[in-house]
């Protein structure tokens, strides 16, 4: 009975040890935004999940609920959406554009979560976020919070920390204007270029936390307006005092002579 036993437990710490290389070398994330002077921007995200935890079901029900979001809003054109399959992964590439980014100043706040979520709505929402945008003058502080935690526990269990190994999320900015203020783990290019990476066996007890302060690049229409008032402006001016001059110079002509 016992001899019956021992194949049985080496096939399942064999099997748990395969899960686990398996976890340990493919959870990967990586997120670029790249922010023009006009006010536009270009997302691209790219995720690496393994495929014992992330099906063909759950990674097509992902896009639809990606088309979905995206399609709630008027400022955003989606570029890329699929889910490749890689070496036993599912690896998910989103691509997003917006010719307005201040435009989705707390788009993502007004998402509110579904009754009964599946792995890919949580696996949507916990990526996202909770992002706010707070105006100071011409510059904007962001934050956004990223709470993985109940995710990785929901789907690798209480040892997720320890599963994960080197796991982690990056996230690139890339801004017109360097930054002011920022919790960056690297700031390069003169402060225009901010990186952060987080390793996911942190992230499995503590948020992820981005933050930062920067000029608001605004849209090109914005410096056209500016330009127009300000020539409406002097132009008014100018026709102004044309008709001061002139009604001064009639009433001199009219007046009579001697006064």
Same mark, same amino acid.
Request: aromatic residues 6%; hydrophobic residues 45%; neutral net charge.
């Given at each position: 009975?016992?001899?019956?036993?021992?194949?049985?437990?080496?096939?399942?710490?064999?099997?748990?040890?395969?899960?686990?290389?398996?976890?340990?070398?493919?959870?990967?994330? &990586?997120? =670029?935004?790249?922010?023009?002077?006009?006010?536009?921007?270009?997302?691209?995200?790219?995720?690496?999940?393994?495929?014992?935890?992330?099906?063909?079901?759950?990674? &097509?029900? @992902?896009?639809?609920?990606?088309?979905? &979001?995206?399609?709630?809003?008027?400022?955003?054109?989606?570029?890329?959406?699929?889910?490749?399959? *890689?070496?036993?992964?599912?690896? +998910?590439?989103?691509?997003?554009?917006?010719?307005?980014?201040?435009? @989705? =100043?707390?788009?993502?706040?007004?998402?509110?979560?579904?009754?009964?979520?599946?792995?890919?709505?949580?696996?949507?929402?916990? !990526?996202?976020?909770?992002?706010? +945008?707070?105006?100071?003058?011409?510059?904007?502080?962001?934050? #956004?919070?990223?709470?993985?935690?109940?995710?990785?526990? =929901?789907?690798?269990?209480? %040892?997720?920390?320890? !599963?994960?190994?080197? %796991? *982690?999320?990056?996230?690139?900015?890339?801004?017109?204007?360097?930054?002011?203020?920022?919790?960056?783990?690297?700031? =390069?290019?003169?402060?225009?270029? @901010?990186?952060?990476?987080?390793?996911?066996?942190?992230?499995?007890?503590?948020? !992820?936390?981005?933050?930062?302060?920067?000029?608001?690049?605004?849209?090109?229409?914005?410096?056209?307006?500016?330009?127009?008032?300000?020539?409406?402006?002097?132009?008014?001016?100018?026709? @102004?005092?044309?008709?001061?001059? #002139?009604?001064?110079?009639?009433?001199?002509?009219? %007046?009579?002579?001697?006064?």
């Amino acid at each position: 009975m016992v001899q019956s036993a021992l194949p049985m437990k080496r096939a399942l710490f064999s099997f748990l040890a395969l899960v686990t290389v398996l976890l340990n070398s493919c959870i990967d994330g &990586e997120e =670029e935004v790249f922010v023009e002077a006009n006010g536009s921007a270009r997302v691209k995200a790219v995720y690496r999940v393994p495929g014992v935890i992330f099906s063909a079901e759950d990674a &097509e029900e @992902l896009r639809g609920n990606v088309i979905e &979001e995206v399609a709630k809003q008027k400022h955003l054109k989606l570029i890329t959406n699929r889910v490749d399959k *890689e070496n036993g992964n599912r690896v +998910v590439t989103i691509e997003i554009e917006t010719d307005d980014m201040m435009a @989705l =100043e707390g788009v993502m706040a007004k998402r509110t979560p579904k009754v009964n979520p599946s792995k890919a709505d949580k696996m949507l929402q916990a !990526i996202m976020g909770n992002i706010t +945008v707070s105006l100071h003058g011409l510059s904007a502080d962001f934050s #956004r919070e990223v709470d993985l935690g109940p995710l990785l526990r =929901e789907n690798l269990g209480k %040892s997720s920390a320890s !599963i994960l190994g080197d %796991s *982690e999320f990056r996230y690139i900015v890339h801004l017109p204007e360097a930054a002011g203020q920022s919790n960056a783990h690297f700031v =390069e290019n003169g402060g225009k270029t @901010l990186k952060w990476a987080y390793k996911l066996r942190e992230c499995a007890h503590k948020p !992820i936390l981005l933050k930062m302060m920067a000029p608001i690049p605004l849209p090109w229409w914005i410096y056209a307006v500016v330009i127009a008032v300000g020539l409406l402006i002097v132009w008014s001016g100018y026709t @102004l005092i044309r008709k001061v001059k #002139r009604a001064s110079t009639k009433s001199l002509e009219t %007046s009579p002579a001697g006064e």
